[in-house]
């Protein structure tokens, strides 16, 4: 079990930034790819940002690349979800998750482990 725990959701106007946190239990935190998924109101689950076990390899979904950024410190067991020009249609509700798949998992079905996950509101 690894439990995951997000915080740093909140309500921020169009335009605004938040960082987004996820801490980890355990000592196997390196060990697994670390994503990023949100679920906005009404639709279905969607990826948003992984990195890589060491931190070597990112990736983000077409809709958030170049203004969200995703990190990890290893030694604190936490990823870090930082997102600047929030749209409305950033809304949702953000999950971490840990997968044991090599690289940057992609995919919902590769994560073992979700938080429960941590609201953002994005106002226009």
């Known amino acids: 079990q690894v439990p995951l725990v997000e915080s740093g959701g909140g309500l921020v106007q169009a335009g605004g930034s938040l960082r987004l946190s996820c801490t980890a239990s355990g000592r196997t935190f390196s060990t697994y790819a670390m994503g990023w998924f949100r679920q906005p109101p009404g639709k279905e689950r969607e990826f948003v940002a992984v990195?890589?076990?060491?931190?070597?390899?990112?990736y983000y979904a077409d809709s958030v690349k170049g203004r969200f950024t995703i990190s990890r410190d290893n030694a604190k067991n936490t990823v870090d979800l930082q997102m600047n020009s929030l749209t409305p249609e950033d809304t949702a509700v953000y999950y971490c998750?840990?997968?044991?798949?090599?690289?940057?998992?992609?995919?919902?079905?590769?994560?073992?482990?979700w938080g429960q996950g941590t609201q953002v509101t994005v106002s226009s």
């Open positions: 990195i890589s076990r060491s931190s070597s390899s990112t």
């Open positions: 998750a840990a997968s044991r798949a090599s690289d940057t998992p992609r995919y919902q079905y590769e994560y073992n482990y």
